[in-house]
């Protein structure tokens, strides 16, 4: 396993377009998380799953904003009707259910909205 | 989860231990203290963790006080790569992580 892996690295998209990221987990890691970073600050967490169930959803994840993990895999964050203000790197990081380990995180998609 | 305290930046010269202190005065008694860290571009690292006994590994050292209040993490030999924002954060097992600002920790050769 090589860890957590996100796609795209790098997009660049127009205000008003709609974008969807890939977060890939280390395989026997039922938790999944994703979280949004602008220049400057921490990671601010968006939303995790456990296995296929969305368990926490914070209210930074606006209506625009959807994410799924249909087979308890894989992850997709979209943000429709992108604005500039979404411009961010957005983390995905994996962990197992109820470890005192931590998590391991991709090195996430960095979007610019112009 | 309990909130932490962190300086906003430190120096450390190459070679030298660097010490990187986190205040965690309303820690409870079933969460552990966590270190990553984040070089700049990549996504966080995790480093280590404890809950009342000091801990080593390959990476760092983590001193948590008796009364667990606060806590150092210790890279024993910092060199250049180990420049990254570090932050500390405590919480229970099994929980949500939350990330505060961090320390930014410079390596001056």
């Known amino acids: 396993d090589t860890g957590v892996s996100q796609n795209p690295r790098h997009k660049i998209t127009k205000r008003g377009q709609n974008v969807t990221f890939r977060c890939d987990p280390i395989s026997e890691h039922n938790r999944l998380y994703w979280y949004r970073q602008t220049l400057g600050q921490g990671p601010e967490f968006l939303t995790y799953f456990q296995n296929e169930a969305q368990l926490e959803k914070s209210r930074l994840l606006s209506d625009r904003f959807s994410a799924e993990r249909p087979k308890g895999s894989f992850s997709t964050l979209e943000i429709q009707r992108t604005e500039q203000g979404d411009s961010a790197m957005y983390l995905c990081?994996?962990?197992?259910?109820?470890?005192?380990?931590?998590?391991?995180f991709g090195s996430g998609t960095r979007l610019t909205v112009v | 989860d309990a909130k932490t305290t962190q300086p906003t930046s430190m120096d450390c010269a190459e070679g030298r231990a660097a010490n990187l202190p986190c205040n965690h005065s309303?820690?409870?008694?079933?969460?552990?203290v966590y270190w990553y860290r984040q070089i700049h571009s990549q996504g966080p690292q995790y480093i280590i963790h404890?809950?009342?006994n000091n801990e080593t590994n390959e990476m760092a050292s983590l001193i948590i006080t008796e009364d667990r209040k606060s806590s150092t993490l210790i890279l024993p030999h910092a060199t250049l790569r180990d420049t990254a924002v570090y932050y500390c954060i405590v919480r229970t097992g099994g929980f949500k992580t939350i990330f505060g600002a961090g320390t930014r920790l410079f390596v001056k050769a």
């Open positions: 404890g809950l009342k």
């Open positions: 990081a994996s962990s197992l259910e109820r470890t005192v380990f931590g998590y391991t």
């Open positions: 309303t820690i409870s008694g079933n969460e552990y």
